[in-house]
């Protein structure tokens, strides 16, 4: 993937190195969140948990109050040319498809905890968007483990996390996310799944959407796609309930199957329309 090509972000926040909140962090330097995210990151990439673990408590270290955020690091300049790279494209689709300017979102960098409109951000919750503040949490411990033990192949796939991200970015811009979060207050608890699976789902397509415009710019190979793609197919909820106790409830699930997440970032890659990425409106996502 070629992301040193891609401009970078000035809407970035690097607050790895303040003031941590709260506790969290064991010795070596990894918390109980960090560990579970090494077990997702290894699941993601299918990849030995120890070398994660390893490569997380060695690659991020503990960040010590007061001490300056590491500037100008591959990883925060990956993120920036992913981040910024989205932004142009957006940019293009609105002026194109939705008649409107795009208002980008901010994204925080962040290592082990750090506050926000949503709440704590913490390593455990894994990458997020909050509406309010209308920014991207995103940990670079996570980031780090996965380039370190998966090298550049794993670089759509993480491209591919920011993405999904700035997909639900969209959701709020359109009035989408707010629409839905209405629906669900007034739904039970099966309803609300649902919704949030058709949710999830055109996040995906969106970042589909993005994808469709690195690959024509030639950025993205069929390796990269391929991996993105290998990554869909791996945090479905079916998949994941499967894996973690053996069995899956349909019902339970908030993000969609595999097979649904491919589904819909192939719609969104392969048409590169917005239009195309209407989760609700079908009956079976
Ligand atoms: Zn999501």
Known sequence: ??????????????VRGSRRVGGGTVAGGLGLGGIIIAVIASL???????????????????????QSAPINDQDAAFVRAVLGDTEDVWNSV??????????????VLFSGATPGAC????????????????????????FQAISAAAGPDADFARAYAISHEVGHHIQNVLGIMGQVQDLQRRSDEVTGNALSVRLELQADCFAGVWGNSTAKRGYVSNTDLTAALNTASQ?????????????????????GSSAQRV??????LSTGDIRQCDTFSVQNP
Not at 235 to 255: A, F, M, N, V
Request: proline share 6%; glycine share 10%.
């Open 119 to 142: 709440g704590t951000a913490q390593t455990a919750a894994g990458p997020f968007y909050c509406p309010v503040d209308e920014k991207i949490y995103l940990d670079m411990a996570f």
């Open 235 to 255: 945090i479905g909820d079916d998949y994941l309930q499967k894996r973690s106790r053996g069995y899956s409830s349909p019902e339970t699930w908030t993000h």
């Open 44 to 66: 993601l990439f299918g990849l030995d948990p120890s070398q994660v673990i390893g490569t997380m408590s060695g690659g991020a270290p503990a960040q010590q109050q007061g």
């Open 263 to 268: 589904k819909w970032y192939k719609q969104g």
């Open 94 to 107: 609105f002026q194109k498809q939705v008649g409107q300017a795009y208002r980008a979102p901010k994204l």
């Open 1 to 14: 993937m070629k992301w040193d090509e891609m401009r970078q972000s000035q809407n970035v926040e690097d």
